[in-house]
């Protein structure tokens, strides 16, 4: 398995934008698929973004299209999710997960982080 931390989380205006990163470690990271999900009080945990090990492909939940950017760097064994247009549904606790096939299924990332809040006040 994979350890994964991320960071970049906290308070901004709707409309402000944040970069999320994610550190990995413990295993080749340019080899597995990288995803982002989150998840708000009460709700279920919902699919982000995704990207493919080489970075050439990645996938968008349609709530985020357009505002958000999923990248990885493959070299410093980094993940990012650089989020604009921020909205205060953006609300959520945010993971980055690994794992070896690109879906929009949580349940197929074999590696969680622990999570960074994001909160966007209207």
């Known amino acids: 398995q994979v350890q994964l931390v991320e960071s970049g989380g906290g308070l901004v205006q709707a409309g402000g934008s944040l970069r999320l990163s994610c550190a990995a470690s413990g295993r080749t990271f340019s080899r597995y698929v990288m995803g982002w999900f989150r998840q708000a009080p009460g709700k279920e945990r919902q699919f982000v973004a995704a990207?493919?090990?080489?970075?050439?492909?990645?996938n968008y939940a349609d709530s985020v299209k357009g505002r958000f950017t999923i990248s990885r760097d493959n070299a410093k064994n980094t993940l990012y999710l650089q989020m604009n247009s921020l909205k205060p549904e953006d609300t959520a606790v945010y993971y980055c997960?690994?794992?070896?096939?690109?879906?929009?299924?949580?349940?197929?990332?074999?590696?969680w982080g622990q999570g960074t809040q994001v909160t966007v006040s209207s």
């Open positions: 997960a690994s794992g070896p096939r690109l879906t929009t299924t949580g349940g197929a990332y074999d590696s």
């Open positions: 990207i493919s090990s080489t970075g050439r492909i990645t």
